[in-house]
């Protein structure tokens, strides 16, 4: 099974409305577009997305979707809102007990922490817009996974004007 971890792309500042409300930010839509072709030629084909419903998190679940040319859209689910923890990123993806590649689109420290649980690293760290791939062998469990690849947004960031 593969496991993908994506923290949303780069949100505007809060404006007073709360972090609640943040929509993605021109550069965050912009640099998740430009990773297009990057996601592509790894072939990253989840056969489900996963979203967070904070705003910043659903809009770049979309941009994924779109980007992948996913037949279906982005499944908003409140358990990978902020403060999600594995159990409850677990329990999302079993009602999709069909899918063998999964991306889960939500929050920091909630996704890097549930990589090193699954992975035993001591320490990871997704910036936004970034992605991690966990594999495992088979179910994926705590300790039983292996960081496939960990991709840094600066990797796909549009050129400055």
């Not at 279906?72 to 007990?97: N, S, T």
């Not at 899918?99 to 992975?119: I, M, Q, Y």
Request: charge should be negative; charged fraction near 25%; glycine fraction near 8%.
């Amino acid at each position: 099974m593969i496991l993908y971890f994506v923290r949303h792309g780069r949100a505007v500042k809060d404006d007073g409305s709360g972090d609640h409300a943040r929509p993605l930010a021109d550069e965050g839509v912009a640099a998740l577009r430009a990773a297009a072709p990057v996601w592509q030629r790894l072939n990253l084909r989840p056969d489900v997305v996963l979203s967070s419903p904070l705003p910043r998190a659903a809009e770049s679940a979309r941009l994924l979707v779109e980007s992948l040319r996913l037949s279906a859209g982005p499944v908003v689910d409140d358990r990978l809102a902020p403060g999600a923890e594995w159990g409850g990123l677990a329990r999302a993806m079993a009602a999709f007990p069909e899918a063998r590649r999964v991306a889960f689109v939500g929050h920091e420290p909630d996704l890097s922490k549930a990589v090193e649980l699954l992975t035993g690293a001591v320490s990871v760290r997704l910036r936004a817009g970034g992605i991690a791939c966990v594999e495992f062998p088979g179910a994926p469990e705590p300790n039983a996974g292996e960081l496939a690849w960990l991709l840094d947004p600066d990797l796909y960031a549009p050129e400055p004007p």
